[in-house]
Every structure is written in C-alpha cells, then in structure tokens.
C-alpha cells in the first residue's frame, strides 16, 4: 500500500517547515519545503523571484511544483503560506494528501517573522498590517483544505508533532 502524504499548510512562521522536518522524521517519510524546491530549481531565492517576476510569476511555480509534488508517495510537504491562494493547489492538496493546518496568533507570527528577511511579502513599514490582512484573506482556504486544524503558538514543536501523529493514527492515515 502507498504512504499517503501529508501537506502542511499556514501562514508564515506558522512552523510548517520545523514541524515538517520533525514529523517526517518520526513517520520516515521524506520532509520536502515547496519555497526551498522552488529555490532549488530556479537557483535564486524567492525574494529575488518576487522582485523579477512579481508575485503572479511566483504563484505559477508554485503551481506547477505543488501539482508535482503532491503527487509523490509518503512525503511531509511544507507549502508556501500563500499556497492555497490558487483553487488548482486547493484541490491538489485536499485529493492527494492529509492536510494539516498549522494555525497561530497573529502576535506569535508577528514575532517569528519580525526579522526576517526572505518573506517578500513582509518588506514593509507595517508588517502587521500585512499579516493581518494576510491571515483574513487565507485562514478560509487552510480551513477549506483541511483535515486537521492545529494551533501551534502555545505548543512546543515536538508537542504539535505529537498532536498530528496522534490525529493521524485515530483517523488512520498513518
């Protein structure tokens, strides 16, 4: 039988790619991070992306690289915060894998995010502002793909991996 994936969705510093490592370690699946796949195969980094192929540019990597990934067996998958923006990742992501969004308070992402600097979206005087904006337009579509809702700023890292693997065994995924 095929390991199904997990796909981790959320804002920026929720945690997706921390968790993601420590999760796909315990379940001995192979941890993938779309932003780092995206910089990967581009050879540059993403605000560099952003700067020459504005955000729409970006968005359609990210598009075609969820679409691949998401079709490989037993993987832990961090996507991009703004992921879900597009309605063909959605449904990538709801058909082919276990999604789990890890969710936080805008204080906690403000705080893990205040310095720094690879998160274009966040080069501005009032990084607030954004983020709220950010989590009012995007916390509908992580709840629409959602199997799993975990809150991740009162918990250790190894506590929210916990949480999952054991939502994971009751509903068993794994």
Do not use: W
């Amino acid at each position: 039988m095929q390991k199904q994936s997990i796909f981790l969705v959320g804002p920026m510093g929720a945690g997706k790619s921390t968790v993601g490592r420590i999760l796909a370690d315990k379940l001995h699946y192979r941890f993938l991070d779309s932003d780092h796949e995206i910089e990967a195969k581009t050879g540059v980094s993403i605000p560099m992306i952003f700067d020459i192929e504005g955000e729409a540019g970006f968005r359609k990597r990210e598009c075609r690289l969820i679409d691949q990934l998401t079709q490989k067996p037993g993987i832990v998958l961090a996507t991009g915060g703004g992921a879900v923006l597009k309605p063909q990742n959605r449904k990538h992501l709801r058909s082919r894998g276990f999604v789990v969004y890890l969710r936080s308070s805008l204080e906690a992402l403000l705080a893990r995010t205040r310095h720094d600097r690879n998160r274009p979206l966040l080069q501005t005087d009032d990084p607030e502002a954004v983020l709220k904006n950010v989590m009012t337009e995007r916390d509908p579509l992580y709840r629409e793909v959602a199997d799993l809702v975990i809150q991740t700023e009162q918990a250790s890292v190894h506590k929210v991996v916990r949480q999952i693997m054991d939502q994971l065994t009751e509903q068993a995924v794994i």
